[in-house]
C-alpha cells in the first residue's frame, strides 16, 4: 500500500483492534503495553505509514481528553454531532467525556466539576442555562471552551443556531400554505434555545397580521410519547380548533404522527406538521416530514475546528459563528 493511502483505520483493520489503540500506541500512550505499542509500530513501518502532519503537532504532555457536555442528549442532532466529532478525535488518540446534563442545572454543575478534575484541553457544553451561575465555574478556561449555543457572557467562544429564525421559517410555511391555526409544541420555559423558537413563530404571525393564541402553546421536555398524549387530548376534549402542529423537535413531530394515524386523522390533508432538526428518519415517514433542517454537520465541523486548534496548542482570540437553519420542504404540509 502507498504510504499517502494508508491511514490508522486501515492499521487497525489489519490487527483487528481500535483505532484508540493504534492512534494511542503510535503517540505513546503510556497505558499501551510495550508488545502492543511494539507490534503496532512494526505494522505501521511495514505498511509505509506516514504520520500525519496534524498528529504531530499535537501537545504530547497533554491529558488528551475533550470533554462534551450535553443539556439533553435525546436529541437526535446532539447524538450525531458528537458521534462524528469523538470519532475523528480517536483518530488521534483522544478520549472523548460525554455527560447528559438533562436540562438540570445540579447535575450539569455535577458534571463540569468532574470533567474539570480530568483536566481536558477542550471542552464543549450546550448550557442548561445560559445564564445561569454554573459558567462561573468554567471562567479560569473560557479561551478552551465553546459554548452550543448563544452565551451571556459574550468572552465565551461559541457556535449557535438562530432558533428564532427556524421558528420563523415553521409559522411562515404554514401561513403561506393557508394554515393559520397551529398548536406549537415547543421546549419548557427556560430553554432559551425553545423561547427564541417560539418569539420567531410569534413574529411571524405579528408580520402576516394575523392572530397568535397562546392557548394554543404547549411547553413540554421533548419526546414523542408526551407528543402523542397532548395531541390525543387535544384532539379529543379542546373546545378549539387546529389545522397544523409546528414541533420544536423532529420528536414531538413523530408523536403527532403517530396520535394522527390512531384517531383516522390524515397528514396534511387534516392535520400539517411542521419539525425542527431533519433526522435521517425523516424522508421514510408517511408522508415525509417537512422540518427545518438543523445545520449538525457544519456545527460538528466547527467544534472539531475550535477543539483540533487547542489540541495544536495554538489560541484562538474569539471564535463565534451563528448558523442559519435551512427548510427541508416535503409532504406534511398541505399546499394552498
Given at each position: 500500500?502507498?504510504?499517502?493511502?494508508?491511514?490508522?483505520?486501515?492499521?487497525?483493520?489489519?490487527?483487528?483492534?481500535?483505532?484508540?489503540?493504534?492512534?494511542?500506541?503510535?503517540?505513546?500512550?503510556?497505558?499501551?503495553?510495550?508488545?502492543?505499542?511494539?507490534?503496532?509500530?512494526?505494522?505501521a513501518?511495514?505498511?509505509?505509514?506516514?504520520?500525519?502532519?496534524?498528529?504531530?503537532?499535537?501537545?504530547?504532555?497533554a491529558?488528551?481528553?475533550?470533554?462534551?457536555?450535553?443539556?439533553?442528549?435525546?436529541?437526535?442532532?446532539?447524538?450525531?454531532?458528537?458521534?462524528?466529532?469523538?470519532?475523528?478525535?480517536?483518530?488521534?488518540?483522544?478520549?472523548?467525556?460525554?455527560?447528559?446534563?438533562?436540562?438540570?442545572?445540579?447535575?450539569?454543575?455535577?458534571?463540569?466539576?468532574?470533567?474539570?478534575?480530568?483536566?481536558?484541553?477542550?471542552?464543549?457544553?450546550?448550557?442548561?442555562?445560559?445564564?445561569?451561575?454554573?459558567?462561573?465555574?468554567?471562567?479560569?478556561?473560557?479561551?478552551?471552551t465553546?459554548?452550543?449555543?448563544?452565551?451571556?457572557?459574550?468572552?465565551?467562544?461559541?457556535?449557535?443556531?438562530?432558533?428564532?429564525?427556524?421558528?420563523?421559517?415553521?409559522?411562515?410555511?404554514?401561513?403561506?400554505?393557508?394554515?393559520?391555526?397551529?398548536?406549537?409544541?415547543?421546549?419548557?420555559?427556560?430553554?432559551?434555545?425553545?423561547?427564541?423558537?417560539?418569539?420567531g413563530?410569534?413574529?411571524a404571525?405579528?408580520?402576516y397580521?394575523?392572530?397568535?393564541?397562546?392557548?394554543?402553546?404547549?411547553?413540554?421536555?421533548?419526546?414523542?410519547?408526551?407528543?402523542f398524549?397532548?395531541?390525543?387530548?387535544?384532539?379529543?376534549?379542546?373546545?378549539?380548533?387546529?389545522?397544523?402542529?409546528?414541533?420544536?423537535?423532529?420528536?414531538?413531530?413523530?408523536?403527532?404522527?403517530?396520535?394522527?394515524?390512531?384517531?383516522?386523522?390524515?397528514?396534511?390533508?387534516?392535520?400539517?406538521?411542521?419539525?425542527?432538526?431533519?433526522?435521517?428518519?425523516?424522508?421514510?415517514?408517511?408522508?415525509?416530514?417537512?422540518?427545518?433542517?438543523?445545520?449538525?454537520?457544519?456545527?460538528?465541523?466547527?467544534?472539531?475546528?475550535?477543539v483540533?486548534?487547542?489540541?495544536?496548542?495554538?489560541?484562538?482570540?474569539?471564535?463565534?459563528?451563528?448558523?442559519?437553519?435551512?427548510?427541508?420542504?416535503r409532504?406534511?404540509?398541505?399546499?394552498?
Amino acid at each position: 500500500m502507498a504510504g499517502s493511502n494508508v491511514t490508522i483505520k486501515s492499521i487497525a483493520e489489519r490487527l483487528g483492534v481500535s483505532f484508540s489503540t493504534v492512534a494511542k500506541a503510535l503517540n505513546g500512550d503510556p497505558l499501551i503495553s510495550a508488545q502492543t505499542r511494539e507490534l503496532v509500530e512494526k505494522t505501521a513501518k511495514e505498511m509505509n505509514y506516514t504520520r500525519n502532519a496534524f498528529a504531530s503537532g499535537l501537545r504530547q504532555k497533554a491529558s488528551r481528553t475533550v470533554a462534551i457536555i450535553i443539556n439533553d442528549l435525546d436529541i437526535p442532532a446532539y447524538g450525531e454531532m458528537i458521534s462524528f466529532i469523538s470519532g475523528k478525535l480517536a483518530e488521534y488518540g483522544y478520549t472523548t467525556l460525554i455527560s447528559d446534563s438533562k436540562y438540570s442545572e445540579e447535575f450539569e454543575r455535577n458534571s463540569i466539576k468532574a470533567m474539570l478534575a480530568w483536566k481536558p484541553e477542550a471542552i464543549i457544553i450546550a448550557p442548561a442555562d445560559p445564564m445561569g451561575k454554573n459558567m462561573d465555574l468554567l471562567a479560569n478556561v473560557r479561551k478552551s471552551t465553546l459554548i452550543l449555543g448563544d452565551p451571556m457572557d459574550k468572552s465565551y467562544n461559541s457556535v449557535s443556531i438562530d432558533h428564532h429564525h427556524a421558528g420563523y421559517m415553521s409559522a411562515e410555511k404554514m401561513i403561506k400554505c393557508g394554515v393559520n391555526s397551529c398548536l406549537v409544541f415547543a421546549g419548557p420555559e427556560g430553554y432559551s434555545s425553545s423561547d427564541l423558537y417560539l418569539a420567531g413563530i410569534k413574529k411571524a404571525y405579528k408580520d402576516y397580521d394575523l392572530p397568535f393564541s397562546n392557548e394554543n402553546i404547549f411547553r413540554f421536555k421533548p419526546d414523542k410519547q408526551t407528543a402523542f398524549r397532548i395531541f390525543t387530548d387535544f384532539w379529543n376534549e379542546s373546545p378549539y380548533t387546529a389545522d397544523g402542529v409546528i414541533c420544536f423537535c423532529d420528536s414531538m413531530a413523530y408523536g403527532v404522527y403517530r396520535a394522527a394515524r390512531e384517531l383516522g386523522i390524515k397528514i396534511p390533508q387534516d392535520i400539517s406538521v411542521i419539525g425542527y432538526d431533519d433526522g435521517p428518519a425523516n424522508e421514510f415517514t408517511d408522508p415525509p416530514l417537512t422540518t427545518v433542517r438543523m445545520p449538525k454537520d457544519f456545527i460538528a465541523e466547527h467544534c472539531l475546528e475550535f477543539v483540533t486548534t487547542h489540541m495544536r496548542n495554538k489560541s484562538l482570540d474569539e471564535y463565534i459563528y451563528k448558523l442559519k437553519p435551512l427548510l427541508s420542504d416535503r409532504g406534511s404540509v398541505k399546499e394552498k
